[in-house]
Nanobody, 126 residues
């Protein structure tokens, strides 16, 4: 069962930076949009940033100017560079990929899945 694997979370002080990474656990054929979501205790999961295959990006207002999403299409890897972290950024961060074609046969049949990671915890202290 292919899944997304995140890394890079941790405990930092406010104002510092972290870089999250996410990649599939096994080889896949292709995927479309990749994104980072986060969920703080007591809150619903929210979109942080997304990036299309061709590089078009979208950011939540709360992270604009501080976070940068990028991807390596050859490695099917997505990154989230988080600068000037705030206590309010504390959450579990989840990686998401949609329209994932697991192999060439699935691509020909237009059979795709959506993948999520298990989450990586980011804690920002004051």
């Amino acid at each position: 069962q292919v899944q997304l694997v995140e890394s890079g979370g941790g405990l930092v002080q406010a104002g510092m930076s972290l870089r999250l990474s996410c990649a599939p656990s096994a080889r896949i054929f292709s995927l479309n949009k990749m994104a980072w979501y986060r969920q703080a205790p007591g809150n619903e999961r929210e979109l942080v940033a997304s990036i299309e295959v061709r590089g078009f990006t979208h950011y939540a207002d709360s992270v604009k100017g501080r976070f940068t999403i990028s991807r390596d299409n050859e490695k099917n890897t997505v990154y989230l560079q988080m600068n000037s972290l705030k206590v309010a950024d504390t959450a579990v961060y989840y990686c998401n990929a949609d329209r994932v074609f697991l192999d060439g046969s699935d691509y020909e049949d237009y059979k795709y899945v959506e993948l999520w990671g298990q989450g990586t915890r980011v804690t920002v202290s004051s």
